[in-house]
């Protein structure tokens, strides 16, 4: 049974960068006979949900454009978690936001692969607010 | 970006009745290699995460009822509640894994 952890500062100054870490247990993030999307996802208060950025170890990464230039996404296999980043941020990046697995069957089509499919599980999520 | 615009924004539907969700995507999801569509319902309730319901358009998620069905292909698609509980009350929200960026519909709050 896998279990995904967010944790991280709750609140982030205007123009600083947001940190945060999701753990994960259950299931190795650096597994190579599954590859699992290991991803984030935030949600503003009172509205929908959208998608930061996802990697998997088959070598598939991406971000969303609207934020692509502001986020990374990093991993540590030997503590299991992975961390978001995200610079300079504005009250428009308030929001909970969550780690999650995506499934291991990202559609690959000859000129690329993506990475993860639906998903499976989410962690609890972590509420960011940014004010100074 | 692919644009994926649910119908209704909210429901309300009796105890016992069906209540249906659509969800219409701006590009086809059905990709013809493999025969998917690359579709995902999820139920969101306050204060939690979503949680997964189907995927591949129509594959029910282990443990959820047999009354969440999820059907459609290429760029629309319907889940339906054939017999409204009162643990169904809650935000909806279908999701394109097709490509990326990966995207949601805006939702659709459903209630008694």
């Known amino acids: 049974q896998v279990r995904l952890q967010e944790s991280g500062p709750g609140l982030v100054k205007p123009s600083e960068t947001l940190s945060l870490t999701c753990t994960v247990s259950g299931v190795s993030i650096g597994s190579t006979t599954k590859y699992w999307g290991w991803g984030w996802i935030r949600q503003a208060p009172g509205k929908g949900l959208e998608w930061i950025g996802t990697?998997?170890?088959?070598?598939?990464?991406d971000y969303n454009p609207s934020l692509k230039s502001r986020v990374s996404i990093s991993a540590d296999t030997s503590k299991n978690e992975f961390s978001l980043k995200l610079s300079s941020v504005t009250a428009a990046d308030t929001a909970v936001y969550f780690c999650a697995r995506q499934g291991d069957q990202g559609r690959c089509t000859p000129a690329i692969c993506y990475p993860g499919s639906h998903v499976d599980s989410w962690g609890q999520g972590i509420l960011v607010t940014v004010s100074s | 970006d692919i644009v994926m615009t649910q119908s209704p924004d909210s429901l309300a539907v009796s105890l016992g009745e069906r209540a249906t969700i659509n969800c219409k995507s701006s590009?086809?999801?059905?990709?013809?290699?493999?025969?998917?569509?690359?579709l995902a319902w999820y139920q969101q309730k306050p204060g939690q995460p979503p949680k997964l319901l189907i995927y591949w358009s129509s594959i029910r998620d282990s443990g959820v009822p047999d009354r969440f069905t999820g059907s459609g292909s290429g760029t629309d698609f319907t889940l339906t509640i054939s017999s409204l509980q009162v643990e169904d009350v809650g935000v909806y929200f279908c999701h394109q894994y097709y490509i990326t960026p990966f995207t949601f519909g805006q939702g659709t709050k459903l209630e008694i």
């Open positions: 590009q086809d999801i059905f990709y013809t290699s493999n025969s998917q569509n690359y």
């Open positions: 990697f998997d170890y088959s070598g598939s990464s």
